[in-house]
């Protein structure tokens, strides 16, 4: 296959953007509909390149692709070669990608329809998809540094897409600055490897790692730098309070960008760099706890949150843990010699990878179902919906398909991801595996508790009436139902075996006691949520009276947004070090300045005293000057 | 004793520093101006002697010399003229009041 097809696939999307930023947008309307063509169009000749891709590697030996790398830039000595890696792993984030994407723009055609900023949207859109999708294929650190960048601005105009909402844009820039935080991290990582090693060829750098030829501490180092990118990206503790509040955004951006895509780059990064987090059991190790610890955190938090957006915000949150625990559960495994290497390898990548692949699906059509919903009542809070499974049925079924696999039910497609991830912890890190399994319950509850309050009861909002209840039009259901029928089969895909990993049969899979436990765990979740939320046996009220430390815990986020914003931010950063930067800025530099400039004043006015206009006093000078210069000449040749 | 070289420079040697004591240290403008004439003289001097004991068959030296004279009395001029119009609106000729532009 020629490697212009490969560059065609994320060089198209960029082309769209061009194309609807230069000519459509001035030249015709800002809603005019064709951007939305323009985009569809491009997106999905990415997918049937993408498609084309992937059967090329099923075919090809060792599922790799050879492709020709190019000359960058020079600077000295130092030439940096780009091109782009085409193996398993960038073949199966290729289909996610443009797929979703396809999905989400048909479904933004309905969605954004009549908005003032339509073309903007879709450009904004392709340069997402092509920022991401060049992600996916980088063969090169720094390469991948551009796009990943990329991917943040583009989240960053697209969450403030609405800029106007101040709440938008407040949050446009929060998401844009706690991801600095980690990409500070990553970026220092890149160059602290390039010194290490001279290259940023990522095939290179895992065979360096590999062979033991980076120092053990430099390499957790660099290691752990490298996560603090995915951590910042992937929304996960401490760096995840900006994903929430990324839903102030137009909900297909939270689908494609906020479920997805982008934040699942801080998965496919760790997995990328697979063999370097492997090789330090500390790093692999701090991967693990974190994702372990994220996932149980977000879903607790989700529990309490009546905003539909948020709720899905912070179950995907937890979902990204999942996919760092099954990452760092079977790395563990690997780097303290449970697994062995080469095997290893490729299944931390499976287990990891195979989550994102199935989760990109249900999550995005969960996003698009809110989406859906407050096309139909314009709120997003579940307080005010109700009984909208009647006039929303295609919404309704959609929206609990997607609930069901997001709680892992089998056959549908996140029981299949999620058993790897769980079985993997329950091998390598039993503690993190039993906050997994309480996360499992948890995670259905919530689901459910939204699915109850949303379509379940009666209506009991008041802003539309009921009659003004609807169900949305086709352009918007039709990507629902096939991202549905995805989230159902999405895990029968041998997607795991693809990337390495080990195969899993249809019954057999049941045979095992780890997934009774977990479907009755998940089971049990959406039986306390039918008790509680449909059937009313128990009070939601008294229960959380009953749990009202707990519930406030929660539903205050555990004071972490209070704690960043009035404590490192005013306190420390304000009050602190910009205080002192301040002090030192006008006491010290200006100081220096204005201390040089006072100095001379009064050395001068000093130094006046000995000019005294007198002709007769410089001449004086003048003739002691020349006595003394004779002098010299006399004492000294 | 024959009269030599050194005694011309020392004689203008004497001349020159009366005039630049008196230049230095006198306070009345005219004095100045007189002592500065003085200084100029023995410049002179010392000039047509070295002229007289280098190079006497060239007149250069004479003629420099004299030109020096007619640029010195038209810089006295100028300079009793300038004194004239200074004691005319300061009522003085005292060098150490005339401070009107030192602050």
Redesign the interface.
Known sequence: MPPEVVLAIFLLPFLSFVIISFIIRPLLSHRSQISGYVTIAAIGTSLLLSVLVLTEVISAEGHVLSMPDYEWLAIGDITIHIGVTVDSLSAVMLIVVTSVSLLVQIYSQGYMRGDPGYSRYFAFMSLFTGSMLGLVLADNLLFLFLFWEGVGLCSYLLIGFWFHKPEAARAAMKAFLVTRLGDFGFLAAILFLYTKTGTFDIGELQHLALAGAIGSTALTWAAIGIFSGAVGKSAQFPLHTWLPDAMEGPTPVSALIHAATMVAAGVYLVARMFPVFASSSEAITTVAIIGGFTAIFAASMGLVMNDIKRVLAYSTISQLGYMMLGLGAVGVAVASGAIPLEHGLALGVAVGIFHLFSHAFFKSLLFLGAGSVNHATGTFDIREMGGLRKAMPWTFGTFLIASLSLAGIWPLAGFWSKEGILAHAWESTPILFYLAMITVFMTAFYMFRVVFLTFGGEYRGQSQGSHGLHESPLVMIGPMVLLAILSVAAGWFPISEFLGGESHSFFGALAHPLAWASLVLAGGGILLAYAIYSRKWLSAESLRRAFAPLYTLFARKYWLDELYERVFVVRILIDGIFAALHWFDDHIVDGAVNGIAGGTVAVGRVVRKAE?????AY??AI?IGILAIIACLFIFS | MAIGLEHFLILSAILFSIGLYGALAKRNAVVILMSIEIMLNAVNIAMVAFWHYSAPMLMTGQIFVIFIMVVAAAEAAVGLALIIAIYRSRDTVDAEKFNLMKW
Not at chain 1, 612 to 616: E, I, M
């Open positions: 005294t206009g007198q002709l007769q001449g004086l003739f």
